[in-house]
């Protein structure tokens, strides 16, 4: 991994010297000669290497400027003999290691690239917990057979550096089942980059997909694609059905080559790419009216997912439901809010056209104690079906009996004439909390 490196040291001939070590072994280094310069520098390095005796700004204050900018940035100093004690309070500030003169080069650079790898590894935690997060949160919970279907595709798929289509109505949740098939992958580590095709202008989707290069047309600067800023990881192109039929033959071409040309450049640059489209569309049958390209089409379909629409879920519909309303009531720093029988039978049977989307919003208006819709609670004198109001009229006197009993299940259970294995079958059925 080549690293930007700032080097802050007041010793012109050292500066020097250690820039060339550190570009000798493959990183670009920038010199300064005191804190202020470094950090008022444009640039953001990956690292600082820093003396800790300077004239101004010593190594003590660039340490303190560096952490507050950017915690996650190493710093590494430098002490002359007898700084032990300074370079003691410099570790204990933060610093990530320090190295007495004389040094040996090779221990500095070794140093060095142990601070990127551990600098790489935090960003890798950092990233795999937010992801976590993501799916936490996330329509891919569940334990539906759909559910659990999902699951094995992608994890079957994940590991392979097949290009795959992802196909399911809005709000299935299927930039999530991207996401999932990148972090499962070998590039994990490289950059996941999405692309809304449906959002991009036609004018502006080259150029956004492609880059330009200076010169390109007026004004234009140096700037790399969205397929080259995915390379070494996984380029997203979400509603790709909407791309534009100018674009798609380009696109099929760069797929064919993994090499993409910048506009206003005849050079190709090598591409490293995974490439995950997905559609709410049927892209096969886009190919047969000619709105969608069939090459492009197989070139994208290495394997297909199709993620199963909300109303297919069955049980977890209430169990997304209770998620994210609790998710919400803890944001809004409510109390959770129980779901009764009659509300979950009535989740069961909403058609769900926007999905879990749908499902989120209307859990968060739940969790503020707002009314829902009345498609979603039917309104009083609703007919209802005749098991659907013996379930509610039960489930009415077993609340009541664990309210006179106070929670104790077993003499509730013995007031209803049932087994007490029987009746925690029902309370966990009617979601009925004691």
């Given at each position: 991994?080549?690293?930007?490196?700032?080097?802050?040291?007041?010793?012109?001939?050292?500066?020097?010297?250690?820039?060339?070590?550190?570009?000798?072994?493959?990183?670009?280094?920038?010199?300064?000669?005191?804190?202020?310069?470094?950090?008022?520098?444009?640039?953001?390095?990956?690292?600082?290497?820093?003396?800790?005796?300077?004239?101004?700004?010593?190594?003590?204050?660039?340490?303190?400027?560096?952490?507050?900018?950017?915690?996650d940035?190493?710093?590494?100093?430098?002490?002359?003999?007898?700084?032990?004690?300074?370079?003691?309070?410099?570790?204990?500030?933060?610093?990530?290691?320090?190295?007495?003169?004389?040094?040996?080069?090779?221990?500095?650079?070794?140093?060095?690239?142990?601070?990127?790898?551990?600098?790489?590894?935090?960003?890798?935690?950092?990233?795999?917990?937010?992801?976590?997060?993501?799916?936490?949160?996330?329509?891919?919970?569940?334990?539906?057979?759909?559910?659990?279907?999902?699951?094995?595709?992608?994890?079957?798929?994940?590991?392979?550096?097949?290009?795959?289509?992802?196909?399911g109505?809005?709000?299935?949740?299927?930039?999530?089942?991207?996401?999932?098939?990148?972090?499962?992958?070998?590039?994990?580590?490289?950059?996941?980059?999405?692309?809304?095709?449906?959002?991009?202008?036609?004018?502006?989707?080259?150029?956004?997909?492609?880059?330009?290069?200076?010169?390109?047309?007026?004004?234009?600067?140096?700037?790399?694609?969205?397929?080259?800023?995915?390379?070494?990881?996984?380029?997203?192109?979400?509603?790709?059905?909407?791309?534009?039929?100018?674009?798609?033959?380009?696109?099929?071409?760069?797929?064919?080559?993994?090499?993409?040309?910048?506009?206003?450049?005849?050079?190709?640059?090598?591409?490293?790419l995974?490439?995950?489209?997905?559609?709410?569309?049927?892209?096969?049958?886009?190919?047969?009216?000619?709105?969608?390209?069939?090459?492009?089409?197989?070139?994208?379909?290495?394997?297909?997912?199709a993620?199963?629409p909300?109303?297919?879920?069955?049980?977890?519909?209430?169990?997304?439901?209770?998620?994210?309303?609790?998710l919400?009531?803890?944001?809004?720093?409510?109390?959770?809010?129980p779901?009764?029988?009659?509300?979950?039978?009535?989740l069961?049977?909403?058609?769900?056209?926007?999905?879990?989307?749908?499902?989120?919003?209307?859990?968060?208006?739940?969790?503020?104690?707002?009314?829902?819709?009345?498609?979603?609670?039917?309104?009083?004198?609703?007919?209802?079906?005749?098991?659907?109001?013996?379930?509610a009229?039960?489930?009415?006197?077993?609340?009541?009996?664990?309210?006179?009993?106070?929670?104790?299940?077993?003499?509730?259970?013995?007031?209803?004439?049932?087994?007490?294995?029987?009746?925690?079958?029902?309370?966990?059925?009617?979601?009925?909390?004691?």
């Amino acid at each position: 991994m080549t690293a930007l490196i700032h080097v802050v040291e007041d010793d012109s001939d050292h500066r020097h010297a250690l820039c060339d070590l550190i570009e000798a072994a493959g990183h670009r280094a920038e010199g300064f000669a005191d804190g202020r310069a470094a950090l008022a520098a444009t640039s953001r390095p990956d690292l600082v290497l820093t003396d800790l005796r300077m004239p101004g700004m010593d190594g003590q204050a660039v340490l303190e400027a560096v952490r507050d900018r950017d915690p996650d940035c190493p710093v590494v100093m430098i002490s002359g003999h007898g700084d032990l004690a300074q370079a003691v309070q410099a570790m204990r500030a933060g610093a990530e290691d320090f190295l007495e003169k004389p040094y040996d080069g090779m221990h500095l650079l070794t140093v060095i690239e142990r601070c990127l790898r551990t600098r790489a590894a935090r960003a890798e935690i950092g990233r795999l917990q937010d992801q976590i997060a993501r799916a936490e949160e996330g329509g891919l919970l569940g334990q539906s057979a759909a559910i659990t279907a999902l699951h094995a595709r992608i994890d079957a798929l994940a590991p392979t550096d097949l290009d795959i289509v992802i196909t399911g109505e809005t709000g299935t949740g299927k930039e999530l089942v991207a996401r999932a098939l990148h972090a499962g992958s070998a590039r994990a580590a490289g950059p996941f980059v999405a692309v809304n095709c449906a959002a991009l202008p036609e004018s502006l989707f080259e150029i956004e997909i492609f880059g330009h290069v200076v010169g390109a047309f007026p004004g234009a600067q140096d700037k790399p694609g969205k397929l080259e800023a995915a390379s070494g990881g996984t380029l997203l192109l979400d509603e790709v059905e909407a791309m534009p039929a100018a674009i798609q033959p380009k696109l099929l071409r760069a797929l064919q080559e993994r090499a993409v040309e910048r506009l206003g450049e005849n050079r190709l640059i090598p591409l490293d790419l995974r490439i995950v489209a997905t559609s709410k569309a049927d892209l096969r049958s886009l190919t047969l009216d000619g709105s969608f390209r069939p090459d492009l089409f197989y070139r994208l379909a290495g394997a297909e997912i199709a993620v199963e629409p909300l109303r297919a879920l069955g049980e977890d519909i209430v169990l997304l439901f209770s998620h994210y309303a609790g998710l919400a009531a803890a944001r809004h720093g409510r109390p959770p809010m129980p779901l009764d029988y009659a509300l979950k039978q009535r989740l069961l049977r909403r058609s769900w056209p926007g999905n879990v989307r749908e499902l989120k919003a209307l859990a968060e208006r739940f969790a503020l104690g707002l009314d829902l819709p009345e498609d979603t609670v039917a309104p009083v004198g609703a007919p209802e079906s005749l098991a659907d109001r013996v379930a509610a009229f039960e489930a009415r006197e077993i609340q009541l009996a664990l309210e006179r009993c106070r929670g104790n299940t077993e003499r509730a259970a013995k007031a209803l004439g049932m087994a007490r294995r029987t009746l925690n079958d029902k309370i966990s059925r009617y979601g009925i909390r004691s």
